[in-house]
């Protein structure tokens, strides 16, 4: 197999270079089907925030957090060790909290539980749903469909919209030993249309696979 890099596209001046960086965004998902940005309007200050804000719940006890449980069926609320991947056969070590727009009764941090945590999270999420709808014009326009084909399938404001911000913390296993086949997330393709992913500075460990082919550890980009 050829060597393969991990594209990291320019964002800046969209609407003027919008063919130019189609153009790439086309063969990095073509290619790989994973990418970094640069310049994508998501203020470093909102980012900081909101992993704030995620440590701030997952430093909660676990009596509290269990108020925001998933409930069966959903993709909403918080859950421990409970994620099964296909290619391990074994629980994720990790727990998550999946938020939403719409549906959410009983599954945020109460006000006074987290004071703030519901709004900061919504702000984050609207700038998160704006950066999404614009690469997908772009990569609407780099297939040559109308450029609105996948923003209006993916609405914020619909009742039925299943945008989903997902928060994430692995715990600390240093000197802990398991079996081979236990991971804290094993390889695994996300089901949605399109998934931004932010990682902060000096935390490694994610990896990009492209069949049987580790191409790199994405810290080290």
């Not at 640069?38 to 200050?45: A, C, L, M, R, Y």
């Not at 996300?190 to 990682?199: A, E, G, R």
Request: charge should be negative; aromatic fraction near 8%; glycine fraction near 6%.
């Amino acid at each position: 197999m050829a060597h393969r890099k991990i594209a990291c596209i320019d964002l800046s001046d969209l609407a003027v270079r919008q063919d130019k960086i189609a153009e790439e965004l086309a063969h990095a998902a073509t290619e790989v089907g994973f990418l970094q940005v640069t310049n994508h309007g998501i203020p470093q200050q909102l980012i900081d925030a909101q992993f704030a804000r995620s440590k701030q719940f997952f430093d909660l006890p676990e009596e509290s957090k269990a108020q925001c449980t998933m409930e069966k069926g959903s993709n909403k609320g918080w859950e421990k060790g409970k994620q099964v991947r296909p290619s391990s056969g074994v629980a994720d070590m990790k727990e998550s909290l999946q938020v939403q727009w719409h549906r959410m009764e009983g599954s945020w941090p109460t006000e006074q539980t987290l004071p703030g945590f519901r709004g900061g999270t919504s702000e984050f999420m609207d700038a998160c749903q704006k950066l999404s709808k614009q690469l997908l014009s772009v990569l609407a326009i780099a297939l040559k469909l109308p450029e609105d084909i996948f923003t209006k399938a993916h609405q914020g404001d619909a009742d039925d919209c299943l945008a989903t911000l997902r928060m994430l913390h692995y715990q600390d296993i240093t000197g802990s030993t398991f079996p081979d086949n236990y991971w804290r997330a094993a390889p695994h393709a996300d089901f949605d249309t399109i998934t931004l992913l932010f990682q902060r500075p000096g935390q490694g460990g994610l990896e990009v696979r492209l069949w049987s082919e580790w191409l790199v550890r994405l810290a080290e980009l």
